[in-house]
């Protein structure tokens, strides 16, 4: 039985203030802040020796309960951890917090979340279906158990889809650089996902959507042990490849990071890009030369390993298959990429419970509908990978066919809902 906690009583304005300073420090992505916030708050705890007896029964509804403190305290602690990749430490805390509070559904979550990080995907699933016992509703354990199913699924197929938000896997701030932090928000706000597309066996990857923070891509990808060997682009918004975001998002003066400085950095890969939108790209990064781009055609395949693509897998490693589709309506050259059949990278033509916007001059909301109509005759257990966080992670042909825009009507009923733009 774990011993109870307790603080000095004259403690408990330190700790609810360095709980409020690390929350605060949180949410804005200040990892490093967080952290040091949340420690000083926990050093205030000190485990006494009366054991917990029947008595002293936790008090979720009392902030000062010090039961609810300490674990509110390590959970978020264990929540920066697993930001800051630090899942050795993240999973440690996650395991006290089950300890002092096992009717807390929070503690098994971040267990989850830190084995995830660990790759340990099979005790991953077994801590989140626990808290699914716990919480049958929530929508966000719902989504991560579907995501590491999806997870093990790939893995028996030599694939790793490795999906990267801003604030969470990219854009760590930096108090010594001030026009990047700005960026850096800036990203967090927008919530694009980055994609690595990695084969097992060769360890070459492909990125969709290299934007915001090239330099922590490649350091992403470095720690990974990945060799990047082409980039994939879903349309030429700046917010997936980079370059000078339009008004009025120019007012920060500076080139927000993507394509270009990936291709300067690696200069023997290439960028697969729809012809439609390669002009836009080159537009507003007039230093790319159309040398650097693979104009993509709709349903036109690439695979992993390039390094002997077309012979097979090479060291009994499995192949990973992508194919292309020409997905118009958000823009001229959307794609979707659909990797081995049964995973979709959707970029912003769809999104979970909504298509990208309609209401740029050259989106077109009649080819949206077209396009729609053709990822909804995909199998329906495709993983669905947006472009966008709107509201999560991921999620699948057939639940977008249920209640998403993929619903069944007529282009009508579309055009219909999509006259305000
Ligand atoms: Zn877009």
Redesign the pocket.
């Known amino acids: 039985m774990p011993h109870l906690p307790e603080f000095p009583p004259s403690s408990l304005p330190a700790i609810l203030k360095s709980k409020e300073k690390g929350n605060e420090a949180y949410s804005k992505a200040q990892f490093s802040t967080a952290l040091t916030e949340y420690s000083r708050g926990l050093s205030h705890f000190k485990t006494s020796s009366t054991p917990p007896s029947p008595t002293n029964v936790i008090d979720s509804k009392n902030a000062g309960d010090p039961v609810v403190l300490l674990t509110s305290l390590l959970s978020n602690r264990s929540a920066t951890y697993t930001h800051l990749r630090k899942y050795t430490e993240a999973l440690k805390d996650a395991d006290e917090v089950v300890g002092a509070r096992p009717t807390w559904v929070k503690g098994f979550f971040r267990r989850g979340e830190a084995l995830q990080g660990l790759r340990r995907h099979t005790e991953a699933l077994e801590q989140y279906e626990i808290a699914l016992q716990k919480d049958p509703k929530s929508g966000s354990i719902g989504v991560k158990i579907a995501r590491i199913k999806a997870i093990l699924e790939d893995a028996s197929k030599g694939l790793v889809i490795h999906q990267l938000l801003p604030g969470r896997d990219l854009c760590s701030k930096s108090l010594l650089a001030p026009i990047q932090n700005l960026i850096f928000d800036y990203a967090i706000q927008m919530r694009n996902f980055i994609y690595v597309i990695e084969n097992v066996a060769s360890r070459e990857a492909l990125v969709v959507d290299a934007c915001w923070d090239v330099d922590g891509i490649l350091k992403y990808c470095a720690n990974e042990k990945l060799t990047i060997v082409g980039a994939l682009v879903t349309?030429y918004?700046f917010?997936?490849v980079g370059g000078i975001p339009p008004p009025p998002f120019d007012q920060y003066r500076v080139r927000v990071d993507g394509l270009a400085k990936l291709l300067k950095k690696l200069h023997n890969i290439k960028a697969y890009v729809n012809p439609l939108d390669i002009p836009e790209i080159i537009k507003s990064n007039p230093e790319l030369s159309e040398s650097r781009f693979a104009p993509t055609e709709d349903n036109g395949h690439l695979s992993l390993p390039f390094s002997n693509s077309g012979e097979g897998a090479r060291d009994g490693g499995t192949t990973t298959l992508l194919e292309f589709i020409h997905s118009p309506g958000?823009?001229p050259g959307s794609q979707c990429v659909l990797v081995n059949g049964e995973r979709l990278l959707s970029g912003?033509t769809l999104f979970i419970g909504s298509c990208?916007?309609l209401d740029f001059p050259d989106s077109d909301k009649v080819r949206m509908f077209a396009s729609l109509m053709k990822l909804g005759r995909l199998k329906g257990e495709v993983v669905v990978y947006p472009g966008h966080d709107y509201g999560g992670e991921m999620t699948t042909i057939e639940t977008e066919k249920r209640t998403g825009t993929l619903r069944p009507r007529s282009e009508a009923d579309f055009l219909a809902e999509f006259s305000h733009d």
Request: proline share 0%.
């Open positions: 349309h918004h917010d997936h958000h823009t912003d990208g916007r």
